[in-house]
């Protein structure tokens, strides 16, 4: 609401797919056939709605998850209770769900190796959940052609929330590729919430004002794909070209080959300069062809998991944890139970810096002990969510912090990145625009 | 020549890649880069973090943003809702990468010690409503 009201945007780029969220989606959907989106897009839509009309501000989102034609009606419904029926197009682009065509594919000699290991799909193609390609700016610019006032989209590349307003905007040519490259970088800085103007910023973080009422991203871009980023006039947060900086380098492998599927990004190049009053200006942006495949992310069932806490008070509190541990490792071995990977971790000592932590001091006020499991079946963790509670009376002494109740236990939805041929995703790519 | 901490020379900020970490390095000061260049190294890096980091440690340069970016495999359980691990998004591995100590000058070690660091006495100051 504040993006849109605290100043003018043209724009507004609403990112609310994780990695895994395809595949919570998945499920949702797969018990009720009108579920499977972002909920929260809706709502929103409907409180901005007419504010977006009146001021000419486009929304593009991935919102649509794995159901993106739910989603549509549900955003002209938002619309229509909002007052601007007839003042306003929904475009809907679909054709990244794979699903449906996976044996097809395979078939077709579509591998789906896995990137990261170069495991063949066999091993895990019973157990897939979802199966989703990132798709391009195309769709969104013709959703934009065809007059749009909102675009939503299922998995796309996240940056393409940013870089295909641009190359409607200024008609950038798809084989203007530093031009993309640019787009794609103010993408990328863009996607994160308030990460590029002081949020997670480690940067005298102790002196970044007002993060109670911190300003998201703006990025204006000029035709050249210079850009500047920035924040709304009286919001709280920091821009800076450090604060965007931390931003550039997160989530990212080779930042000479930032892969998107319309270029191929290089943030090396980038240049940064300080304006001053929270504007930074980029520029010198290059980018490279588009590569052959589109990235695919795949989802599926890997087992159960429950993690436990109990928290231990001075004296000889990490001692304690530690003994607490062991005790209920026998437990669970007596118990003839097999789990894939069993986790210890001393949150207050070793949980996040793990050996470089060293040797916990004997006067260590307090620390939580926080075991987790991961298993192939249910029972097993189901179990271990059961023996934690009894550790407070049969094992070491001073322990609280089980008020809470039995550990939840979580299915395990696993992540498989593949390829796919461009050649077998966009001849199915759809673009449908509804009138509100 | 002294130690300094990486924390007091750069900062950083980390996040997840499938099953890998990544963190990226900013040196606070342009000048100060060539340490990072010179003394980060992939295989330095890979000792510090020791059994946490599993497989290679690669690293990349971005000179004109004055940052390194380093890609380690096989840090984080299995990654994504896999992982048992607290972490297991590796939002923090950038801070346990800033406590690597730097050789440097008595000069530069006397200017940046405490450069990342709260202020001594500092606080958040006092809630909504109860302040002026």
Same mark, same amino acid.
């Given at each position: 609401m504040r993006q849109v009201e605290g100043g003018p945007i043209d724009y507004l780029a609403l990112d609310y797919l994780a990695e895994v969220t395809m595949s919570i989606m998945q499920k949702l959907r797969s018990r009720d056939p009108a579920a499977g989106y972002a909920r929260d897009f809706a709502p929103l839509m409907e409180r901005i709605f007419p504010a977006c009309i009146s001021g000419g501000v486009r929304v593009i989102s991935n919102a649509g998850g794995v159901n993106p034609d739910a989603a549509a009606d549900a955003v002209i419904e938002a619309g229509r209770s909002s007052g601007v029926a007839g003042q306003a197009k929904v475009g809907l682009v679909a054709g990244d769900d794979l699903m449906e065509r996976l044996d097809d594919l395979i078939a077709a000699g579509e591998r789906f190796e896995n990137m990261e290991t170069g495991e063949p799909l066999e091993s895990i193609l019973g157990r897939v959940q979802s199966a989703n390609a990132y798709l391009g700016a195309a769709p969104i610019v013709r959703a934009l052609e065809l007059g749009a006032d909102v675009v939503v989209t299922g998995r796309c590349a996240d940056a393409a929330l940013t870089y295909g307003p641009l190359m409607h905007e200024f008609g950038w040519h798809e084989d203007d590729f530093d031009r993309i490259g640019a787009g794609v970088a103010a993408g990328h800085i863009n996607e994160c919430g308030a990460q590029a103007t002081g949020g997670n910023c480690s940067i005298e973080w102790w002196d970044i004002p007002n993060l109670a009422d911190v300003g998201f991203p703006i990025v204006e871009v000029s035709e050249d794909g210079s850009f500047v980023v920035t924040k709304h006039l009286g919001t709280g947060g920091r821009v800076t070209s450090a604060t965007v900086t931390e931003q550039i380098v997160y989530e990212i492998g080779d930042p000479a080959a930032y892969i998107t599927p319309d270029a191929v990004a290089d943030f090396t190049s980038l240049e940064l300069t300080d304006l001053g009053d929270d504007r930074v200006r980029v520029t010198g942006a290059k980018g490279r062809s588009r590569t052959d495949s589109l990235k695919v992310s795949i989802a599926y069932s890997a087992g159960w998991k429950a993690v436990g806490t109990l928290t231990y008070a001075w004296p000889d509190a990490a001692a304690k944890a530690r003994a607490a541990d062991r005790i209920l490792r026998s437990r669970l071995e007596g118990l003839g139970l097999h789990f894939e990977e069993m986790r210890t971790e001393l949150v207050g000592w070793d949980s996040t810096h793990g050996h470089l932590a060293g040797e916990p001091p004997a006067d260590l006020p307090e620390v939580q002990l926080r075991i987790g499991v991961r298993a192939a079946e249910r029972a097993p963790v189901e179990r271990f969510t059961r023996e934690i509670a009894p550790l407070v009376l049969t094992g070491p002494p001073s322990v609280t912090g089980f008020a809470g109740g039995r550990p939840r236990v979580q299915e395990v939805m696993a992540y498989w990145p593949a390829l796919i041929r461009r050649e077998a995703v966009e001849p199915h790519v759809t673009v449908d625009v509804r009138e509100v | 020549m002294a130690f300094v901490q990486l924390v007091d020379l750069a900062h950083a900020r980390s996040g997840d890649k499938g099953n890998n970490a990544n963190v990226g390095v900013i040196a606070y000061d342009p000048e100060h880069y060539h340490l990072l260049v010179s003394q980060l190294t992939s295989a330095r890096v890979k000792e510090h973090f020791g059994e946490i980091v599993k497989g290679p440690v690669e690293r990349f340069e971005l000179p004109k943003l004055h940052a390194l970016n380093f890609l380690l495999h096989g840090?984080? !359980? !299995? !990654? !994504?809702?896999?992982?048992?691990?607290?972490d297991a998004q590796a939002k923090v591995f950038s801070t346990a990468l800033l406590r690597i100590e730097i050789e440097v000058s008595d000069a530069v070690a006397a200017a940046v010690t405490g450069r990342g660091r709260v202020p001594a006495g500092w606080t958040p100051g006092e809630p909504p409503g109860k302040g002026e």
């Open positions: - | 840090a984080l !359980g !299995g !990654g !994504g809702t896999v992982s048992l691990m607290n």
